[in-house]
């Protein structure tokens, strides 16, 4: 391994172990504003701004869950807890149906004019576009449908910003898989459709899974379109954080409490789908 | 590759088809309304490049452009050095090194607009995390300037993770036999980075450079809820004046024209890098 050559010029302990201490604060500082969000969700809200530094609990201050508890009760946050839910697992669905196919027909399937490559590029394109150039003509758009503060409303956008990442990563991991297996159902018989939908999205299955994940984090996070389209019914939690601030003003230990709420799936996701992390965020090109 | 079939447009179809409604209509739709200027109440206006003229002369809208280039210049900078840095360090063996690679790992889905808040709390002058740890006094986010510097900061710390996870998976992708090569010729571990390790990673780092200008000019939510494009319009980056422009004053005209001038800053950008990445390869 590489470091294993580092290692052989310099033999010396401390060096090592001051590269892991160089390592743990860097480790550290990443994670120190979730330590604080923690620590400052179970301070009485008096003490929000006099305990001083680090603010650990139970030695500066005596933590409690009452803020938690109330937050958890508001009728709104369970709202927007469930529309968050809903259109994060339809838009992962979606997009599934929509983009596997598509994965699968770049991957398998030789195409001329335009070429696999650059369909492939096409779909990829859509991602350097910044959303807010499609902001207002989609909200005219869906305004014209009738569908301003809908979920079907917010579950189009996130299909149409994930589409592109769905269709370019299941491709990857499409033409991963060994065609060998197919040939061989193909000469029993069973005809692409079949194929498609018993041997390929079964292989295929974990990066699948993968893909899911990272589509209801990248969902669940999506604000911007959230802000224009959704209303009174249809709130998500990111919504809902923006707007509390602007009726309520930034009441800290709140806000700590509803920024964890929000980031905990996404985070959690994060660290479930580690191991395709790499592969997902460069959209195949490093496999991680 | 199966033999050519007819049902691969079949396979295809759907998806091209909702990226055709979705993207490219919406997009065309944009271009035409910023060639227009768009009141509600009252039939479009035919005013050809005005938008586009206008924002050459808007004070704002050359302070927004200003503020999103400087964003994009030192955030990406920032975090593509400290990203090549610590995944330099965490590829040395040690004691717990999965663990500490996890925590690495939080920031990068943590959502963005609760990143925001989170900031504010810790950038918050009295009784904030960060003076508070320092004791000091700086005005993070009451100074138009220090403000600039906080959103930057938060898009490093969301964002290193990102540059550092990419290149600690391509510098595990080296064989040790290079190094060992290397050991024969020098001892420098710069030189061993500069010509064994940075040219072989050398396509990853272009790649992960494309990927964070691209996402960094979009940024909106992280100044959206930590400074709210302030004070004044210190931080208010492209996209939000776009935004503002649009969903506050209800100008979609100009908006649609803001957001499409991002968009050729953009594609200006990467058509140069790419041209770049072909002549390293000629």
């Known amino acids: 391994m590489a470091m294993s050559f580092v290692g052989r010029i310099k033999r010396r302990k401390i060096s090592l172990w001051g590269y892991f201490i160089l390592a743990l604060v860097v480790a550290g500082i990443t994670f120190l504003p979730f330590y604080w969000a923690i620590s400052l969700s179970i301070r009485n809200p008096i003490e929000a701004f006099t305990v001083a530094g680090l603010a650990v609990p139970f030695v500066q201050y005596k933590p409690t869950l009452n803020n938690w508890k109330t937050e958890l009760a508001t009728g709104e946050t369970q709202k927007a807890l469930f529309n968050s839910t809903i259109i994060a697992v ?3 669905l979606a997009v599934l149906v929509l983009g596997t196919p598509a994965a699968y027909a770049i991957a398998r399937f030789r195409f001329k004019r335009p070429t696999n490559q650059d369909i492939t590029v096409w779909f990829l394109s859509q991602r350097v576009l910044p959303p807010i150039a499609t902001a207002i003509p989609f909200f005219l758009i869906i305004r014209f449908l009738g569908l301003l503060d809908t979920r079907t409303a917010l579950i189009m956008v996130n299909t149409t910003f994930n589409l592109p990442f769905v269709v370019v990563i299941m491709r990857q991991a499409f033409i991963d898989l060994p065609i060998e297996l197919e040939e061989a159902a193909l000469v029993d018989g069973a005809n692409y459709l079949r194929i498609f939908w018993k041997i390929s999205l079964r292989l295929a299955a974990p990066s699948l899974a993968a893909a899911v994940l990272i589509i209801v984090a990248f969902t669940w996070n999506e604000f911007l379109f959230a802000l224009m389209i959704s209303g009174v019914k249809t709130t998500v939690i990111p919504v809902l954080m923006a707007g509390a601030v602007d009726t309520r003003g930034i009441q800290f230990w ?19 789908a580690q191991r395709y992390m790499v592969r997902g965020l460069t959209f195949g090109a490093v496999k991680g | 590759m199966h033999q050519d079939n007819r049902i691969k447009f079949m396979f295809l179809l759907p998806a091209a088809l909702w990226v055709l409604g979705f993207t490219i209509f919406p997009l065309i739709y944009g271009l035409r309304l910023s060639l227009f200027n768009v009141k509600i109440g009252s039939p479009d206006e035919f005013i050809g490049l005005g938008n586009f003229l206008h ?17 994009v210049v030192c955030g990406v900078t920032v975090e593509m050095i400290l990203g090549m840095l610590f995944a330099l360090l965490f590829n040395r063996p040690m004691p717990g090194r999965g663990v500490l690679r996890t925590l690495m790992t939080m920031p990068l889905f943590a959502t963005p607009i609760a990143v925001g808040f989170l900031f504010f709390t810790i950038f918050y002058e009295e009784g904030g995390l960060v003076n508070g740890i320092l004791h000091l006094k700086i005005p993070w986010l009451s100074n138009p300037h220090w403000a600039l510097v906080s959103v930057i900061a938060v898009d490093i710390w969301q964002w290193t993770p990102f540059c550092f996870l990419v290149f600690l998976a391509s510098l595990q992708g080296i064989p040790d036999d290079y190094y060992d090569a290397a050991a024969i010729e020098t001892k420098s571990q710069w030189q061993i980075f500069r010509y064994i390790t940075f040219p072989v990673i050398q396509p990853t780092i272009i790649l992960v450079l494309l990927l964070r200008i691209t996402e960094a000019f979009k940024v909106f939510d992280i100044p959206y809820t930590l400074t709210t494009g302030g004070p004044g319009t210190a931080t208010q980056v492209l996209t939000m004046f776009a935004y503002r422009v649009g969903f506050r ?3 979609f005209g100009y908006s649609s024209a803001i957001s499409f001038i991002l968009f050729i800053i953009v594609m200006v950008i990467i058509m140069t890098l790419f041209k770049r990445i072909r002549q390293t390869y000629q």
Do not use: G, H, Q
Not at chain 1, 261 to 267: D, G, K, Q, T
């Open chain 1, 90 to 92: 339809c838009t992962a």
């Open chain 1, 254 to 272: 709140f806000v700590a409490v509803r920024t964890l709420i929000a980031m905990s799936p996404p985070v959690l996701i994060a660290l479930l």
């Open chain 2, 55 to 71: 924002f050459f002369k808007d004070p704002y809208a050359l302070n927004s452009t200003i503020i999103t280039i400087i964003f």
């Open chain 2, 249 to 251: 004053f209800f100008n």
